[in-house]
């Protein structure tokens, strides 16, 4: 089978880790920029980190021929610290033409506070101005739904923002955004949760990704759902649909995505 990481922290990943999803089938893994388990103390640690998903991940992925793509932002743990924030946003520019950046991501909220607003709206902001895609995801949330609409409303309150070019949590869906579920490896969203979302909402906007980092979680998430797919029935060709053309098509809406197999 083929498929696509659409969300995975490889730079908290093993070597093994990428020896595994090669030889899975993984054709590009896609990295949102996120917050490291830790707070940085300045925008210097930014400027590394968007180099290293700019340049240095790249180059190791490319190692097992695997293409490498990232999104960048400060994410909404560190955005409380608005002078923080807004150093790092103007970073961005400096690395968003880099040939392997989508786009602006993951974004979102945290604790749904009047900063992390404000941080949020700058990231749409810049989005719009650059027509960039825009990722956002609120795993951590202490109140989801209440911040999942705040976001879904922010978003849509800029005529500028094409909701096709925007992924969210699946609730945003009745607004033509994509829907990103991601597979836990407990609780949450298990493969079987995550197939019974597709059989009951649809699959037209929808990828899976196993949001794999420095916690808890499994980077072969996507192909094992393929697995629990087929247990169910599901032909090959929607297999393929869902876990490699679909984020084909989201992420193709930028020029600079291009896959190996096409
Ligand atoms: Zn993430």
Same mark, same amino acid.
């Given at each position: ?100 950046? $989508? ?5 979102? %909220? ?6 992390? %607003? ?7 902001? $810049? ?17 989801? %739904? ?26 945003? %869906? ?8 991601? $597979? ?76 190996? $197999?096409?």
């Amino acid at each position: 089978m083929r498929y696509i990481e659409p969300h995975a922290h490889m730079v908290s990943r093993t070597t093994d880790d990428y020896v595994s999803i090669v030889t899975a089938g993984c054709q590009a893994v896609c990295e949102p920029a996120f917050w490291a388990g830790f707070d940085r103390s300045s925008s210097r640690g930014f400027y590394d980190y968007f180099r290293q998903l700019t340049q240095y991940e790249p180059q190791r992925a490319a190692k097992f021929g695997l293409a490498h793509y990232t999104w960048l932002c400060i994410n909404p743990k560190e955005s409380e610290d608005l002078v923080l924030a807004d150093e790092v946003l103007s970073i961005i520019p400096e690395f968003i033409d880099s040939p392997n950046v $989508l786009g602006i991501g993951e974004i979102g %909220l945290n604790k749904n506070s009047r900063n992390e %607003l404000k941080v949020l709206e700058k990231h749409v902001n $810049l989005a719009a101005e650059r027509d960039q895609l825009i990722l956002v995801h609120t795993p951590h949330l202490e109140d989801k %739904l209440k911040g999942t609409r705040l976001i879904v409303d922010l978003i849509k309150s800029d005529s500028r923002i094409d909701p096709g070019k925007v992924i969210i949590d699946q609730i945003a %869906l009745d607004a033509g955004f994509w829907a990103g579920i991601t $597979l836990y490896p407990e609780s949450k969203c298990t493969p079987p949760r995550a197939i019974d979302i597709v059989e009951n909402f649809g699959h037209e906007q929808i990828w899976m990704n196993s949001a794999c980092d420095w916690g808890v979680s499994i980077p072969l998430a996507v192909p094992k759902t393929a697995l629990e797919m087929r247990r169910r029935g599901h032909t090959e060709e929607f297999i393929d649909q869902l876990l490699y053309r679909n984020p084909a098509r989201f992420m193709g809406q930028c020029p600079k995505f291009k896959l190996p $197999l096409e």
